[in-house]
């Protein structure tokens, strides 16, 4: 099945900030399988870090930070990187000083007690806001080599999608609406023995 998708010649640019990285429908790694994660850094020098887009927990972040304000809003699996930590995706940077540019309209970071207040009192919206458990790294030139080995597909996506998106079937919708040629491959069955 390998030499089929060899034929499909992949997107193979250039990773950049604020990019998706889509991974290639056999990545039989478990954690990373059917994934779709935004380039929220990355350096040459110094490597890549991530957010995987598409895996909740299904966990209320109220559930997870006791004195956090009852607004309903689901903490996503960022990555197995410090995944005791907390991150967040916005785009309200006016709300939230020292968050940090990704793309027009798209920040991450900022005060955390600010963050709090403005989310009790309506000023950030639940659909201006989304949370990460962990995040997925790489070492320097290790994502530039996963990509030529054909393991992620890069392409871009707006802002609004990102914070808006909804988690199910978000690797293939992708993929879809990226050509004839990926949307092949996003309808190949998970497992091909299967098939």
Known sequence: MKDFFSLL?????K???????????????????????????????EGSVGLMLNKTTSTPISKIIPDFPEVGIEVYVGGPVNNNHLYYLHN????????????????????FDILKRELSTGNLLTNQI?????????????????????SWITTQISSISILQNQVKNLWKTILGKMGKKFEIMSNFPESPALN
């Open 9 to 13: 010649q992949f997107n193979t640019s």
């Open 130 to 150: 989304r949370f990460f458990a962990g995040y997925s790294g790489w070492d320097k030139l290790q994502l530039e080599k996963e990509i030529k080995e054909k």
């Open 92 to 111: 309200r940077p006016d709300l939230l000083p020292s968050s940090e540019k990704i793309k027009e309209g798209l920040y991450w970071g900022g005060d």
């Open 15 to 45: 990773p950049k900030k604020g990019q998706l990285l889509i991974s290639e429908p056999l990545l039989e790694d478990p954690y990373f399988k059917r994934s779709v994660i935004l380039l929220v850094d990355h350096d040459k020098k």
